[in-house]
């Protein structure tokens, strides 16, 4: 968990203007928000118990944060009203993640930009072959959790361009703790 956080906090302070957080989950991001840059955070998640969890932790930060019961695949908002998507720690368990992309890239405005903080497929042949191996049983018993994503290639198909893009091994079992990270502009 503390790798996960650090990766949080050095990506969520540089978003700005109206976000939105796909994923919102608990709220884990909520600390790491610069509430003098952003105007509005509006959070998607398809878990009421989940967005119960995060409702309660917004009260404490700040009330420029909302949410919305919804999959990332179907956001109902309007086209190009947002400066910043986040998207941390969930694009392994959405179901369909070029649809979710897809979603990202028509909400944000033409300047905007895609911060993302996601654990994925390791660089190394040996690795990503347990990765494959694991993760059909990982998604039954970790939330739908895919070890096995190529993110990189995910978040460039989806109509990004890297902008800033890291790579890196967190602390962990390596099938599960490679992690990319960074912002990409959408195109």
Request: charged share 25%; proline share 5%; aromatic share 10%.
């Amino acid at each position: 968990m503390e790798g996960f956080q650090k990766k949080r906090a050095q990506i969520i302070p540089r978003v700005h203007g109206r976000v939105l957080e796909i994923g919102i989950g608990s709220g884990l991001n909520f600390d790491f928000y610069d509430f003098d840059k952003v105007t509005e955070v509006i959070g998607v998640d398809p878990a009421l118990s989940s967005l119960i969890i995060a409702k309660s932790r917004a009260s404490n930060f700040h009330s420029k944060i909302s949410f919305i019961e919804a999959t990332a695949e179907s956001i109902d908002l309007e086209s190009s009203t947002f400066d910043s998507v986040v998207i941390g720690f969930s694009l392994c368990t959405i179901p369909d993640p070029m649809q979710a992309l897809a979603e990202a890239r028509r909400l944000l405005k033409p300047d905007g930009s895609l911060f993302f903080m996601e654990h994925g497929l390791a660089p190394e042949p040996n690795i990503q072959k347990w990765q494959h191996r694991v993760t059909p049983i990982w998604k039954k018993i970790a939330g739908g959790c895919n070890l096995n994503r190529n993110i990189e290639e995910l978040i460039f198909s989806g109509g990004f361009k890297f902008k800033d893009l890291k790579k890196q091994y967190i602390k962990g079992p390596k099938i599960a703790s490679f992690l990319y990270y960074g912002e990409a502009p959408k195109t």
